[in-house]
């Protein structure tokens, strides 16, 4: 009768290397072993199971058997489970461990991500930061079935199903060339900029949400030009070629291409809104958010700015 306990985990991780590289030099390598030392786990386990796990031949390298294949689906399961009760036990004892997955919206990512990254791999070397960025739609997407453990995101974007944790609260404002006709004013009413071309950040909601407060205004904005890339918007504004609506504001006030651009504030009323650190509602909240939520609330939140939030001048 076969003794579970004859079976290491060790027999298990070479099963899986050789299955996911193809040869057993390269699980070698990956596993730190001689190719003897893998070849002699294969067997041994091979013995325990009572069954051919693999077909090794000369010349022709390693072959999985079908019995191979479906001891290493549940040896990947096994891993994963033992992994996941040390990352546990790391965490019952106050480590920070393991994944972290956190999306961060584009717009916002140069602003929180480098810190973010800094922080948590000098002071948490052992949680494993994924950080993806994409459109927040996309982004609460993946929260919400679960390939993501939270995001920053505008708090106007939130959709049913997120909390949204207050960061620090932002403001819209106009930007537009230094030789703009507006550009001395103290303050702008869009209505203003009826009859002038605009250039918008193409990613949904946020255009949407820029376009509805023009309308909002009064008037029907020309949507020239869209990108993707919110240093390509304000290199077109920098060259008069249009303005736009923006949130970020660098230090420098100068595109890539080394042109000036100028701040406006929007003199219209416009509906509050602010950076959020948004988690799927009802979710478990492990101690790795949690730190991070932490940090975001000491380090980017108003109280850390003396009232007035920058974020290298997102106003």
């Known amino acids: 009768m076969l003794e579970i306990s004859s079976i290491t985990l060790r027999q298990l991780d070479c099963l899986r290397a050789i299955v996911e590289s193809g040869s057993v030099s390269e699980a070698a390598r990956r596993m730190h072993l001689s190719p003897g030392g893998v070849s002699l786990a294969i067997t041994e386990l091979e013995r325990q199971l009572d069954v051919q796990l693999t ?29 996941g009760i040390h990352q546990t036990a790391a965490t019952l004892r106050g480590e920070l461990t393991g994944p972290l997955r956190l999306g961060v919206f584009t717009t916002l990512s140069p602003w929180f991500l480098p810190q973010i990254v800094e922080h948590i791999t000098q002071r948490f070397p052992a949680i494993d930061l994924q950080p993806v960025e994409d459109g927040s739609i996309e982004l609460q997407a993946a929260l919400l079935e679960g390939g993501l453990d939270a995001t920053l995101i505008y708090e106007n974007h939130l959709t049913s ?33 009826e009859d002038e071309d605009c250039a918008l950040l193409a990613s949904e909601p946020a255009s949407a949400h820029v376009e509805e407060i023009l309308r909002n205004a009064g008037m029907t904005p020309r949507v020239k030009w869209r990108s993707v890339n919110v240093e390509t918007i304000r290199s077109l504004v920098a060259r008069g070629l249009a303005y736009t609506i923006i949130m970020g504001r660098p230090y420098g006030d100068r ?22 650190f948004g988690v799927a509602r009802g979710a478990h909240q492990s101690a790795n958010v949690r730190e991070l939520l932490s940090y975001c609330l000491k380090n980017f939140g108003t109280a850390s700015h003396g009232g007035q939030h920058e974020m290298g001048r997102l106003a």
Not at 70 to 82: F, G, L
Not at 172 to 193: C, F, G, I, W
Not at 255 to 276: F, H, K, Q, S
């Open 255 to 276: 595109t890539y291409e080394g042109l000036p651009i100028t701040y406006r504030p929007i003199a219209d009323e416009i509906a509050p809104n602010a950076v959020v």
């Open 161 to 193: 199903g997120v909390k949204g944790h207050r960061i620090a609260p932002v403001r819209l404002q106009l930007a537009v060339a230094p030789t703009h006709r507006l550009a001395r004013r103290a303050s702008v009413y869009l209505s203003e900029l």
């Open 55 to 83: 077909l090794r031949t000369r010349g022709r390298g390693v072959e999985i058997t079908s019995a191979g294949r479906s001891v290493y689906e549940r040896a990947v399961k096994v891993a994963d489970e033992v992994r």
